[in-house]
């Protein structure tokens, strides 16, 4: 009995502790509760202008929920994960070796940016650029990405983009410049109307003007993700844990096995992206077509990863933020890792990245890649990720990278957004 009162004597105890702790904790400031006085100045703090001069601090509920898909875009937890390609490396150009680096946590959209949006970009800069509507026309997709001598995709290059039915397939003909345009955009749109719909009086804020990140309740900027991020956000390797800090398999593609069937259920042996099987075969037989799609499918088509985003492989190719150059992998940071620019490319190994050097010998194709002026690269040589309608299986696994001129468009690379996760540090 002696021994029964000193145990729950010890467990009141505990509990006890336990309890001032969390009174304490709970009392501590936060960003969402900063309290009413400085800890370090005992100085008030209001939240709202005011002639005595006290020092503004606004009431700050987190970070606004960013537009992008049915809820709002998806939150892909950052951690360490291994970057690169496991596989055998077809087509020898070991320009995505393996390391390990830390991701910070950050926001994408579930699917690609989709002709129903783009159409709303488009009518809203009709609109806002009424003194310069040279925009409007600059942001128009290059229809006839589609066309070709040898072929007659023409029905494609006049109703893909503006034909209701294609509403929610990828948009493509849009370069890397105009995605970036449309990033800057969107946030711009977004942004006004959080603003507005919390009393902000906008006529405060300049035409074009940004609204002071202070208020907290805007939204950081939509951007292209970096290659690092895509990748990252594709392997979806959350799905695979076990026990503490344990994947139980790398994946090749956004799902697991060794396949682009489905193993499961009802849908077993169906295609889980939309890629083009061999030389000639984009969909199948009558009766029985394997991806369903000659082209493009719907944003929403095939099966989500385990973060919910769509389409990670296959049916589009996605640009991301990164200058392409062979041994990126080799510079990199190992935290947040991104080449936005030619650092570097005086010299590597002792060599510099020149045309006739064999560490970039795999740069003979595609527009504007070197500089005819000085027969080295131009800076403009952008990453493309994810595999296409229009491309065999080995590009549908993530540690594969292929690059284009960032003012060139394809019928095969669309884009989604990505927008950091602010105000955490993890």
């Known amino acids: 009995m002696k021994q029964f009162f000193r145990v729950m004597r010890s467990f009141a105890c505990l509990s006890g502790l336990v309890f001032t702790l969390a009174s304490c904790s709970s009392s501590l400031p936060s960003a969402e509760g900063p309290g009413s006085v400085s800890t370090m100045t005992g100085n008030e703090y209001t939240n709202e202008d005011n002639e005595e001069g006290n020092?503004?601090?606004?009431?700050?509920?987190?970070?606004?929920?960013?537009?992008?898909g049915t809820d709002g875009m998806i939150f892909i937890q950052g951690g360490r994960t291994v970057l690169g390609s496991a596989e055998e490396d077809i087509m020898g150009s070991r320009d995505n070796i393996e390391r390990t680096v830390t991701i910070q946590s950050f926001y994408m959209d579930e699917t690609e940016?989709?002709?129903?949006?783009?159409?709303?970009?488009?009518h809203y800069l009709k609109i806002d650029s009424a003194q310069t509507p040279d925009l409007a026309t600059k942001a128009m997709p290059d229809t006839l990405v589609w066309v070709k001598e040898l072929s007659f995709n023409d029905p494609y290059r006049d109703h893909y983009f503006r034909y209701p039915g294609f509403r929610y397939y990828p948009v493509v003909g849009i370069t890397w410049e105009q995605a970036n345009d449309y990033c800057k955009w969107r946030t711009q749109k977004v942004n006004y109307k959080l603003a507005k719909e919390s009393g902000i009086d906008m006529e405060q804020i300049p035409q074009g003007g940004r609204i002071p990140l202070e208020t907290g309740v805007v939204v950081p900027d939509y951007r292209l993700p970096s290659e690092a991020e895509w990748e990252y956000a594709a392997q979806a390797l959350i799905g695979t844990q076990y026990n503490d800090e344990n994947h139980n398999n790398r994946r090749l593609y956004p799902w697991d096995g060794h396949t682009l069937r489905n193993p499961y259920g009802n849908e077993m042996g169906l295609f889980l992206c939309n890629f083009k099987r061999g030389r000639g075969d984009y969909a199948g037989i009558a009766g029985k077509l394997n991806d369903g799609n000659m082209i493009t499918a719907s944003v929403y088509e095939y099966p989500a990863n385990d973060y919910g985003l769509f389409n990670m492989a296959g049916n589009v190719n996605e640009w991301v933020l990164d200058v392409y150059r062979p041994k990126s992998f080799q510079d990199f940071e190992d935290l947040n890792p991104m080449r936005r620019n030619a650092y570097v490319d005086e010299v590597v190994d002792g060599k510099s990245y020149k045309k006739d050097n064999s560490l970039v010998g795999q740069f003979t194709s595609g527009p504007d890649i070197f500089s005819k002026e000085t027969n080295s690269l131009n800076k403009h040589p952008r990453v493309y990720k994810g595999g296409s309608w229009s491309d065999v299986a080995y590009w549908c696994s993530p540690g594969t990278r292929r690059f284009f001129a960032q003012d060139s468009s394809s019928s095969t690379i669309g884009f989604r957004c990505a927008m950091i996760q602010a105000g955490r540090s993890y």
Do not use: M, R, S, T
């Open 55 to 68: 020092f503004v601090v606004k009431d700050f509920a987190g970070q606004p929920v960013a537009p992008g």
């Open 113 to 122: 940016v989709a002709n129903i949006h783009w159409l709303e970009y488009i």
